[in-house]
């Protein structure tokens, strides 16, 4: 059974910095582009950044480009989502996906972790 599990979700304050975690098991993430989305209260689930497992090219949603990062550890099956500078505006539930190719497109992702809340405040 493949399983995707986010962690590190909390309350941070705006300016503040965020180190989220996707460990997976059940697939090989180093195997999958990876994503992470994140759906704000009220709002519909958006892309925030997506990985190629060929080549790591990684596309940024605009709103957190030169914010937010990306890392994986390959031998903990984990990626990470890292970002700073924070704004109440990224108040959101975060999901990690996986898919067997490199898509922005939510519905292409058919692996995803359960989401974990980050609460900004200002």
């Known amino acids: 059974e493949v399983q995707l599990v986010e962690s590190g979700g909390g309350l941070v304050q705006a300016g503040g910095s965020l180190r989220l975690s996707c460990a997976a098991s059940g697939l090989i993430l180093e195997d999958y582009a990876i994503a992470w989305f994140r759906q704000a209260p009220g709002k519909e689930r958006e892309g925030v950044l997506c990985?190629?497992?060929?080549?790591?090219?990684?596309v940024y949603a605009d709103a957190v480009k030169g914010r937010f990062t990306i890392s994986r550890d390959s031998a903990k099956n984990t990626v990470y989502l890292e970002g700073n500078s924070l704004k109440t505006e990224d108040t959101a539930v975060y999901y990690c996906?996986?898919?067997?190719?490199?898509?922005?497109?939510?519905?292409?992702?058919?692996?995803w972790g359960q989401g974990t809340l980050v609460t900004v405040s200002s």
């Open positions: 990985v190629s497992h060929y080549d790591s090219h990684t």
């Open positions: 996906a996986a898919s067997s190719f490199f898509t922005r497109e939510q519905h292409h992702y058919n692996s």
